[in-house]
């Protein structure tokens, strides 16, 4: 943020910063994330493959925006969203080369350089394009080129794939990755998505034929603000807009957004846009939030109809034993169920931080989710 004093008044260069609905890609428009930041530099040194998980809204292409800005390193991000259902090769590639486009220029001279005679690949000036649409494209010579490249150089590049859930249908790419992370000990991949879909459907977490399955993989997870830091977070954004709303306000949407970093975000924008602050905009994206978080564990339930009871029942009872969850699965089907399947269960939600263990209790961690789940519950 650049804040001027000129003539006693205080002059903001960007007119909103912690309130731009953007994913962020500074890191002083970034509120907090210093222990994953350090985290993630941390893991660049020895892991070979980084996954940025969180529940939708938490601020996860944010987080990778500012960390590869920071980590020092050639870096590139390919945005999965609005790929086709099944993307070709070609729409791979594509994507591919938009991102190579847009490496930073500290680096871009060198990096053409390095792939200047690789079969498939064209430059003109700074441009790089790829002949994709043939088959002379040699992917793993590309990465082999990059790889040697910041072997000399004692750096590493940083690959990040944001969104992977949206690669669905023939998962070539998976098996192409699992080959980069086995073979450039240089190249470091960063995978990033919504904790469903990127556990379940993109690692294979629980499918044992998916290329990655068993990798090992670095984790970080983004989480909600807590209620402190949420109060921080909106005290200094709606600073920076100069709009100063009462502190009743502030402790209600805390509470109501539950320390969701886009929610927060999108409340102040709102604030902003309006040029005042109320409960009902707070209301407003308390609800889109539960639908929100409700669209997202729909996903399990294609997986096992078992998570919407789970669920469901602890949507509407708080919280409840591993017992009290075996035998509210057992009278929905009406037929004893195995032990194992249901601590595979817990384990599944609790790893994906959709429930917590409260002290032998499991409770779901989100507010936002049980509201959502208690307006409409999941398909069981
Ligand atoms: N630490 C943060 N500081 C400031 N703003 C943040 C922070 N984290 C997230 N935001 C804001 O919250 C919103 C959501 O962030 P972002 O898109 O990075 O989250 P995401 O987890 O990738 O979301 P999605 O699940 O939709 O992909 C954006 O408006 C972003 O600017
Ligand atoms: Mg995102």
Not at 6 to 24: N, S, V
Request: net charge positive; proline share 3%; charged share 25%.
């Amino acid at each position: 943020m650049k804040v001027f004093c000129i003539g006693g008044y205080t002059w903001y260069w960007w007119l909103y910063l912690y309130f731009d609905p953007r994913p962020k890609m500074n890191k002083e428009d970034l509120y907090d994330r210093e222990k994953e930041l350090e985290k993630f530099f941390d893991a660049l040194s020895y892991a070979s493959m980084i996954v940025v998980t969180g529940l939708r809204r938490t601020g996860k292409t944010s987080f990778v925006n500012v960390a590869l800005v920071e980590c020092g390193y050639p870096f590139t991000i390919l945005d999965m969203r609005g790929l086709p259902f099944n993307p070709s090769r070609a729409d791979i590639i594509r994507r591919l080369e938009l991102a190579f486009n847009q490496i930073d220029r500290k680096w871009l001279s060198d990096f053409v350089e390095a792939l200047k005679h690789v079969k498939g690949v064209s430059i003109l000036g700074a441009e790089i394009s790829f002949e994709w649409s043939k088959k002379e494209l040699d992917l793993t010579e590309i990465f082999a080129k990059i790889d040697h490249w910041v072997g000399i150089k004692k750096k590493k590049f940083v690959i990040a794939f944001d969104e992977i859930q949206f690669i669905r249908g023939n998962k070539w790419i998976l098996s192409f990755i699992a080959h980069v992370i086995d073979t450039y000990h240089n190249i470091i991949v960063v995978i990033t998505g919504s904790e469903v879909g990127v556990l379940f459907d993109f690692l294979g977490f629980n499918q044992p034929s998916s290329p990655l399955y068993g990798r090992h993989f670095f984790q970080i997870q983004m989480t909600n603000f807590s209620a402190e830091m949420a109060k921080d977070f909106l005290t200094e954004g709606f600073k920076q807009i100069q709009i100063k709303p009462s502190d009743e306000l502030l402790l209600y949407a805390v509470q109501e957004l539950d320390g969701v970093p886009g929610w927060l975000t999108l409340f102040g924008a709102r604030c902003r846009d309006k040029k005042s602050c109320s409960k009902e905009i707070v209301d407003e994206f308390a609800s889109e939030a539960g639908k929100l978080a409700r669209d997202e564990v729909m996903k399990l339930v294609a997986y096992s109809r078992r998570y919407g009871i789970i669920l469901n029942f602890l949507s509407k009872i708080g919280e409840a034993t591993w017992s009290e969850i075996k035998s509210a699965i057992e009278v929905k089907e009406a037929r004893s169920i195995t032990n194992h399947a249901v601590s595979t269960l817990i384990k599944n939600l609790t790893k994906i931080g959709v429930i917590i263990d409260r002290n032998g209790k499991y409770a779901i961690k989100d507010s936002i989710l049980k509201r959502g789940l208690r307006e409409e519950p999941l398909p069981e």
